[in-house]
C-alpha cells in the first residue's frame, strides 16, 4: 500500500503553488511601503513558549499543538501562530533597545494546528502576519488594520467586512469579566464543558464558543464597550477617528473577541461577505497585546499585529471570482527536429534563459506535432521551430503564437529577437 498524505494537510501543486506566491508577493510589497521587516522564526519553540504566550485556556493550547519530545528530552512544539515567537525574538534580541519603536515586522510560513479538517481548516497552513512591537499610539493601530485592508485590496478583493471592538485596559477587563461571571453563572450548566470551564478560567471566551452561539444568554451578554473606562473610550476612539480619516469603513461588534488570551485594547477581524464563501468567514485576525511582551520576560513594552491564512485568502479570491494574474506561460519553447537539431537546441534554450527568458524543449524524442501540441500547452507565447533546413543555414523559425505570425532569424539572433518582441507588447 502506498503512504498517504497526512489528514489536513494538502500538497500545493505546480499550478496552483503560483496563487500562493502570487499573494506573498502583494503582502510583502504592501509591507514594504508600510516599512515593516521580514523575521524569520523556527518552525518549532519550546512548548512552554506557546503555553505562556498563546495562553493556557486557549483552545491553541488546550487541544489544538503539534507536542512532541525531542531526542534530547526537550518539550518541543511545531509553531501554531507566530506572534508568541515574534515576541521572544523581540525580547531575545533586545529590540526594544532600538531607538526606533516600534519595530515593524512581518512573517510568512506555514503553521501546525491539530483541528477538525473542513473547508478553510487545515492541520498545516500558511499565514503571513504582521507585528509593531515598542508603541501604543492608535495610530498604530490604525496603520496596521489599513496595512491589511491594502493587502486585500491590492488583490482586488472587494466584499470585505472589518469588524473591529475594543476589549479595553485591564481594569476596563476585570469590571466586564465581573459582569460576565454574573451573567453566565446561573445557567453556566446550560452551556458546553468547555464554557464552564472558561467561566471560572476566561469568562470573555464564551462569547467566542462555536458550540453555544446561539444560546439566548450570548445575545443579551454585558457588552465590553458598556465597561470601558475613560482612558480606554478615548483610546478606541482615536482608532476608529483614524481609520474614519483614512476612508477604512468598519463596524463596531462588541461581540468580537480574540480567541488568544493576551489581546487588550483593539481587536479586528476581516470577514468575507463574498456569496459563497463557505461558513468559516474570517479571513484575518488581529489586535493589540501590550501585556504579553513583559509576559515573555521582557520589559512592558506594547504590540499589536494580524495574521491571515494564505488559504482563506485563496477561498476569498475564488469565492469573489477575482482572475489570477498569474501562469503568463512560457516565452518560447523550442521545436527541434533530427538528431543535429536537437543537440544544437540544448545551448538554444540556454541562450534564450540567459537572457532572462523563460524557455523549454522537448525531452522525449518526440515528433514534431507532438512537440507543437507540448508547446501549446505549456502557453508559449512563442514557438522556435529548428529543422535541417534551417540548421543548414544557421536560422531558426519563430512562430508568434498571439499574433499568428511568423519570421525567420539566425539562431544568434533568437534570444534577442524574442526579448525585443515581447518587450514591444
Ligand atoms: P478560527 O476562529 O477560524 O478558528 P482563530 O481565531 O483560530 O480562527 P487566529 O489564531 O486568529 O484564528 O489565526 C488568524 C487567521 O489564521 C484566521 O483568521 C484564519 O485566516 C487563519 N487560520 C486559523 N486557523 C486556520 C486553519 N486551521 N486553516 C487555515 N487557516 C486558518
Ligand atoms: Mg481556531
Redo the contacts with the bound molecule.
Keep these: 500500500m502506498s503512504v498517504k498524505i497526512p489528514r ?1 494537510t494538502q500538497d500545493i501543486l505546480p499550478g496552483q503553488s503560483e496563487k500562493w506566491q502570487y499573494i506573498e508577493a502583494i503582502a510583502k510589497d504592501v509591507c514594504r511601503r508600510y516599512h515593516y521587516k521580514e523575521i524569520r522564526t523556527p518552525i518549532f519553540e519550546h512548548t512552554e513558549l506557546f503555553k505562556r504566550g498563546v495562553g493556557d485556556t486557549t ?2 493550547v488546550q487541544k ?1 499543538m503539534y507536542t512532541f519530545e525531542d531526542r534530547g528530552e526537550r518539550s518541543l512544539t511545531l509553531r ?2 507566530g506572534t508568541a515567537a515574534v515576541v521572544r525574538s523581540f525580547v531575545e534580541n533586545k529590540m526594544f533597545g532600538h531607538p526606533d519603536q516600534p519595530v515593524k515586522m512581518f512573517y510568512t510560513g506555514p ?1 501546525f ?1 491539530y ?1 477538525r ?1 473542513q473547508s ?6 500558511v ?1 503571513f ?1 504582521v507585528e509593531a512591537i515598542g508603541s501604543e499610539d492608535p495610530a498604530i493601530d490604525a496603520e496596521v488594520i489599513a496595512l491589511v485592508m491594502d493587502i486585500y485590496k491590492s488583490a482586488g478583493l472587494k466584499k470585505l467586512n472589518l469588524v473591529i471592538n475594543s476589549l479595553g485596559d485591564a481594569e476596563s477587563r476585570n469590571a466586564h469579566r465581573e459582569a460576565l461571571i454574573a451573567h453566565f453563572e446561573p445557567r453556566i450548566m446550560e452551556f458546553c464543558s468547555d464554557c464552564q470551564t472558561r467561566l471560572a478560567q476566561n469568562p470573555l471566551r464564551i462569547l ?1 464558543c ?1 458550540k453555544d452561539r446561539d444560546h439566548e444568554l450570548m445575545a443579551t451578554a454585558p457588552s465590553i464597550l458598556d465597561y470601558l473606562n475613560e482612558e480606554s473610550k478615548a483610546y478606541f476612539s482615536k482608532v476608529t477617528g483614524y481609520l474614519d480619516a483614512l476612508n477604512i469603513s468598519y463596524t463596531i461588534d462588541p461581540k468580537l473577541v ?3 488570551d493576551y489581546y487588550n485594547h483593539t481587536a479586528f ?2 470577514m468575507s461577505e463574498a456569496e459563497g464563501f463557505g461558513a ?1 468567514t ?5 489586535g493589540r497585546y501590550n501585556g504579553l511582551v513583559k509576559d515573555l520576560g521582557g520589559p512592558d513594552s506594547p504590540g499589536i499585529g ?4 494564505i ?3 485563496i477561498a476569498a479570491m475564488e469565492a469573489e471570482r477575482i482572475e489570477w494574474q498569474v501562469d503568463k506561460g512560457l516565452d518560447c519553447y523550442i521545436v527541434a527536429l533530427g538528431e543535429e537539431a536537437k543537440d544544437r537546441s540544448v545551448a538554444l534554450v540556454h541562450q534564450l534563459r540567459t537572457a532572462g527568458l523563460s524557455a523549454d524543449r522537448d525531452y522525449q524524442d518526440r515528433k514534431m506535432k507532438a512537440q507543437l501540441k507540448a508547446s501549446d500547452r505549456q502557453n508559449a507565447r512563442f514557438t522556435a521551430i529548428l529543422g535541417e533546413d534551417e540548421l543548414a543555414e544557421n536560422r531558426i523559425t519563430v512562430k508568434d503564437m498571439a499574433e499568428g505570425s511568423q519570421e525567420n532569424v539566425t539562431l544568434q539572433e533568437l534570444a534577442n529577437y524574442v526579448k525585443t518582441k515581447l518587450e514591444a507588447n
Excluded: H, N, W
Design positions: 489536513g483552545d491553541i489544538e501554531p501562530e503553521m494546528r483541528e479538517p478553510g481548516r487545515y492541520r498545516q497552513f499565514q502576519g467566542d462555536k480574540r480567541g488568544l477581524e476581516v468559516i474570517t479571513l484575518c485576525g488581529g494580524f495574521a491571515f491564512s488559504e482563506r485568502f
